[in-house]
């Protein structure tokens, strides 16, 4: 199967994966990322964050994200720009130079701005504004803006590109809870005061045996949809304690299955994209201990259970 081709074919606008620039020295790894049959859409995992894109303020470097976007651009593929305000890879000329509010709003109004008009009629993210308690996350933006920020940011990115879609993207708000409740609220709020809001990006960084279940999933993306914005599942990969086994790797094509038969049974969920095809060059590795093998293909990119059980899902 080819998943884009698949996921065309079953009514989703795209199937996609992620990629990051010193992945693309890889010539076999280039082969496989290219064929738009099987990725139809793509996302930088780190090349067109604020510390790549305006190291120095009103300094803007984009030769990592030009090549993301040229790649996409060459092989037919969608492009979701990640992202335009986020907390982490933030440059501390940003975090911690004590802007006042007037002076922060500028800079988001410039940075937002300039990367939604260097990459029009893309999607663009506004990042994990929510701890998981459902509280906003205490960062400069939220300490020096209040929510305001939010507004601030979304209206910046319509401005510079009207064709842009505008999401906002995080972590554990795909199931039910408290942090979801907190999404869709925010969601109403931007609504009520005509602020722009297209979508909300489900990451959906999932563990082997805890993901959460297809039901779960839908009723979730349903409350989105219903506030009038559509959804997307944005960095999918599951994980699992290393080694993994033959057990472990039939699980784990379950829970890709359940993920993808959710955004199969939602209308308004757009497409999916994997945080990354092959374990080779997974994030999950490097950043929680012991754990890895999250992606569909493994490290020789030789396809895994997982391919299979995503094949099934729609
Ligand atoms: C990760 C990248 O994959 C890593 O290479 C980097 O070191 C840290 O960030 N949620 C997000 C992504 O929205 O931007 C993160 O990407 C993974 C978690």
């Known amino acids: 199967a080819k998943l884009h081709t698949l996921a065309k074919s079953k009514g989703k606008l795209y199937f996609g994966s992620a990629t990051d620039n010193p992945e693309l020295t890889n010539t076999s790894y280039v082969a496989q990322l290219d064929d738009s049959t099987m990725f139809g859409q793509t996302t930088a995992t780190n090349s067109m964050k604020w510390d790549a894109t305006e190291p120095n303020q009103g300094q803007f470097t984009f030769s990592g994200a030009d090549q993301i976007a040229n790649l996409a651009q060459s092989t037919g593929k969608l492009l979701r720009g990640h992202n335009c305000v986020w907390h982490n890879q933030l440059p501390s000329w940003v975090s911690n130079s004590g802007f006042t509010a007037a002076q922060l709003t500028a800079v988001i109004q410039n940075h937002c701005g300039t990367l939604v008009a260097r990459y029009k009629g893309r ?93 779960s999933q839908v009723q979730n993306m349903n409350a989105f949809t219903a506030l009038g914005v559509e959804v997307a599942i944005t960095e999918l990969d599951v994980r699992m304690t290393l080694p993994a086994t033959p057990a472990l790797l039939a699980q784990q094509k379950t829970d890709y299955t359940s993920t993808v038969a959710a955004c199969q049974q939602v209308k308004g969920c757009v497409g999916i994209t994997l945080w990354d095809w092959t374990d080779k060059f997974s994030w999950v590795p490097g950043t929680f201990a012991g754990q890895g093998a999250a992606c569909p293909w493994d490290e020789n990119f030789v396809k895994k259970p997982a391919f299979d059980g995503i094949a099934i899902g729609f």
């Open 123 to 215: 999607t663009f993210n506004l990042s994990e504004p929510f701890n998981d308690d459902g509280t906003f996350r205490s960062d400069v933006f939220f300490n020096t803006l209040g929510t305001s920020f939010i507004p601030i940011a979304l209206n910046a990115a319509r401005q510079a590109d009207p064709g842009a879609k505008l999401y906002i993207n995080d972590f554990n708000i795909e199931f039910p809870g408290v942090k979801s409740t907190a999404m869709q609220n925010l969601v109403r709020t931007l609504k009520q005061s005509n602020t722009p809001i297209d979508g909300i990006g489900l990451q959906s960084h999932f563990i082997v045996g805890i993901t959460p279940s297809t039901a």
